[in-house]
T-cell receptor, first 109, second 113 residues
Framework: AQRVTQPEKLLSVFKGAPVELKCNYS??????LFWYVQYSRQRLQLLLR??SRESIKGFTADLNKGETSFHLKKPFAQEEDSAMYYC???????????FGTGTRLTVIP | KAGVTQTPRYLIKTRGQQVTLSCSPI?????VSWYQQTPGQGLQFLFE???????NKGNFPGRFSGRQFSNSRSEMNVSTLELGDSALYLC????????????FGSGTRLTVV
């Protein structure tokens, strides 16, 4: 069965420091991986998707099929990055997302 | 382009009552899915509709149901409300290719007292 694991519930980093939010998944086929972010009092919004290999707000994520990971990284954290981050998985025919439990990132000024 | 619209934003209901939540997807999106978000369980999938047909269902009791109309708008219904149904209910819409991601609404905050 498919599963998404985010091992850190809370993560605090200082402004300007690198940040990495971990995401591991289990799925035997070809997954579609996403990162969603939820800022305080805002809706859940798509941050990154693995198929587009893009960089949004300085964040990047690489799908590592060997390690079944999709870690989210940013070289220099900003205060406005403080939010709840969810890793999610889908696959062709699933028609829904499987979410991890989320990591609350706090960037300390 | 308008986003995903959910109404109402807030609801307070009494145990045993039923409730109906509404979701209007992004124009052109025919897939609508529903999620329950709680502090303890996180984001859990309820069900997904496409062209008025339920294609997928999560692990929730039969008190939770939904439907989709010909204009892709969707409703979800919860009957015989329990205290544990208090949650933020999120609706998401998606274009045909799920690899492009889902767009979420702001949610309906349901409080059962």
């Amino acid at each position: 069965a498919q599963r998404v694991t985010q091992p850190e519930k809370l993560l605090s980093v200082f402004k300007g420091a690198p940040v990495e939010l971990k995401c591991n998944y289990s799925y035997s086929g070809s997954p579609e991986l996403f990162w969603y972010v939820q800022y305080s009092r805002q809706r859940l919004q798509l941050l990154l998707r693995h198929i587009s290999r893009e960089s949004i707000k300085g964040f990047t994520a690489d799908l590592n099929k060997g390690e079944t990971s999709f870690h989210l990284k940013k070289p220099f954290a900003q205060e406005e990055d403080s939010a709840m981050y969810y890793c999610a998985l889908s696959y062709s025919g699933a028609n829904n997302l499987f979410f991890g439990t989320g990591t609350r990132l706090t960037v300390i000024p | 382009k308008a986003g995903v619209t959910q109404t109402p934003r807030y609801l307070i209901k009494t145990r045993g009552q039923q409730v109906t939540l509404s979701c209007s997807p992004i124009s052109g999106h025919r897939s609508v899915s529903w999620y329950q978000q709680t502090p303890g369980q996180g984001l859990q999938f309820l069900f997904e509709y496409f062209s008025e047909t339920q294609r997928n269902k999560g692990n929730f009791p039969g008190r939770f149901s939904g439907r989709q109309f010909s204009n892709s708008r969707s409703e979800m219904n919860v009957s015989t409300l329990e205290l544990g149904d208090s949650a933020l209910y999120l609706c998401a819409s998606s274009p045909p290719s799920t690899g492009l991601g889902y767009t979420f609404g702001s949610g309906t905050r349901l409080t059962v007292v």
